[in-house]
């Protein structure tokens, strides 16, 4: 039986690289508290992915990256295997030695970009045949080159090549296909894995906003045993009750003991109903995205920093925040990194960006941290609560959806 709180022994299961222990569940929710453990460490679950699509996150170097306690970034395929190229990737020995990380890296297939490369792109089922966006040159991208290249990225976890739907897409005939074709490239993947006692490959159900076609798909992709699953397809436009009621369905068909990724999921209000859903693993390129517009993702909402009410403050960006800009200054005398500096820089010198990108990854990161906490120490609804309160002060104006998806696992934001 579980116990409410921490786990007398935890549960775990292992494969050849990584093993999974859940630590905890809530009492309440779905919402749990585990640890993953890959070739490069352990990483602590729920979490979120910085993404570092080029092999670099923009603006940081991998000592700064490093400082926000990232233990888990992402990488894309199709871009590494544009440039700097597989022959190069192999010549350096992986990503990992081409951009001096000695943490995990898990990386996309290259499938996403049908959906936003979709012009260059034609799906058939060999493959995806597009345009180089550099140079305009034909290529292809098939489970088995995905894989291949992914190999060489050494990533600690690859993911499968899907056939990738937005999910608004209203044709139900191509949104089978892509699901039932998404299962038969998960076997050519499996197929073409050269690694698989260093690298986990991951699958990804597809079926769009039609639960009846996820719960298909989720049951053809556990039956080939991954050592984790992906929920994809999301983050396409869909309104969030449709987002939630994926999520919800698929979570609740899934191994108990194998992680559970939301692909392309950052907005902070996303994750913890996600969390609350039962997923584990979040990506988005929004708190970067949103740091080059001088936006400072905070407990209590957006700031925009360009504003001009922010050129005389001289406090932190968020007070009481541990990344390395909020820190207080070591110097006496010194106020360190203030919203005024930040303001006077943002939109004109790049230092800005680089400065709001370290703090909103820690945001994100404690975020989710804060999260596996409460839910060890079983009061994961009143962190829910607590989060939304201050987001929501005047507790009239909580987004619907939210609402309804939290009441959905035992929370009620609107009783107090």
Known sequence: MWAARRMASAMSASSAALTFELVAKCS???????????????????????????????????????????????????????????????????????????????????GFQMVSLLKLANVTEEGVRFLSPHDGTPMLLTPEHSISLQNSIGSDIMMQLDDVLVTTSPDKARMREAMERSIRWLDRCIAAHKNPDRQNLFCIIQGGLDLDMRRECCRGMVARDTPGIAIGGLSGGEAKDDFCRVVGTCTQLLPELKPRYVMGIGYPEDLVVSVALGADMFDCVWPTRTARFGNAVTKFGMLNLRR?????????????????????????GSMGITRAFVHHNAAKETVAAHLLTMHNVWYQLHLMSGAREAIIADRFPAFVKEFFGRLYPDGQSYPSWAVDALRGVGIDLIQT
């Open 28 to 110: 309440t929710t779905r919402a749990r508290a585990s640890i993953m453990t890959l070739p490069h460490g352990p990483v602590n679950l729920p979490m979120f992915m910085p993404v570092a699509t080029q092999a670099s996150l923009k603006g940081l170097t991998p000592e700064q990256l490093e400082d926000t306690e990232c233990k888990l970034c992402l990488n894309n395929t199709y871009h590494l295997g544009l440039k700097p190229g597989q022959e190069v990737l192999d010549a350096v020995g992986g990503a990992h030695k081409l951009q001096g990380w000695d943490h995990n890296i898990l990386t996309d297939s290259g």
């Open 308 to 332: 001009d009410v922010y050129a005389a403050d001289f406090g932190p960006i968020e007070e009481g925040c541990g990344c390395p800009c909020c820190r207080p200054a070591d110097q006496e």
